[in-house]
């Protein structure tokens, strides 16, 4: 079994290009573009220097792509959620939201749907189970965790402000 090897190819004033050949001998690319998003890029097969199908990605999406393609989610160590009626997910929370600088308490998310929030992502690393006096930030990421309409009602609270 080979190996896999990525070549990066820096896109000045874009982002950077990673190429990947497959197995089978499918040329697949992936560009960072620098304001987060990402394009996915499948070459046809009879010439791999021409592109069949492109993707662009909002920087949400690749990070839910990449969850979807990470073997760890089929680590027997880990939660499956779903087989208990529960969902996870990746709530942002925008720069121009209602919630940026206002006390995670102030949303009232637990109270009002039953998700929890178990975590929050934020550029400086991850914060674990915050509590009610943590302050949100544009730009923020929460990590939800409830029934499909708890995360549900989570989200139109975000949204509603």
Do not use: K
């Amino acid at each position: 079994m080979s190996i896999a090897r990525v070549r990066t190819t820096p896109l000045p004033g874009v982002g950077v290009q990673y190429d990947l050949t497959t197995r089978e001998q499918r040329h697949l690319s992936v560009i960072a573009h620098r304001d987060g998003s990402r394009s996915l890029n499948v070459y046809r097969s009879d010439d791999p220097d021409a592109c069949s199908q492109a993707f662009r990605l909002t920087a949400e999406e690749s990070a839910a792509l990449v969850d979807a393609l990470t073997p760890a989610h089929h680590s027997p160590a880990l939660l499956h959620t779903t087989d208990l009626g529960l969902v996870a997910e990746r709530l942002p929370v925008d720069g121009a939201s209602y919630w940026n600088g206002r006390l995670l308490g102030e949303t009232r998310m637990r109270t009002e749907t039953g998700a929890s929030i178990v975590a929050v992502l934020r550029r400086t690393g991850a914060v674990p189970s915050p509590a009610p006096d943590f302050r949100l930030a544009g730009g923020d990421t929460l990590i939800v965790i409830g029934t499909r309409e708890g995360v549900d009602a989570a989200a139109a609270i975000l949204e509603r402000g």
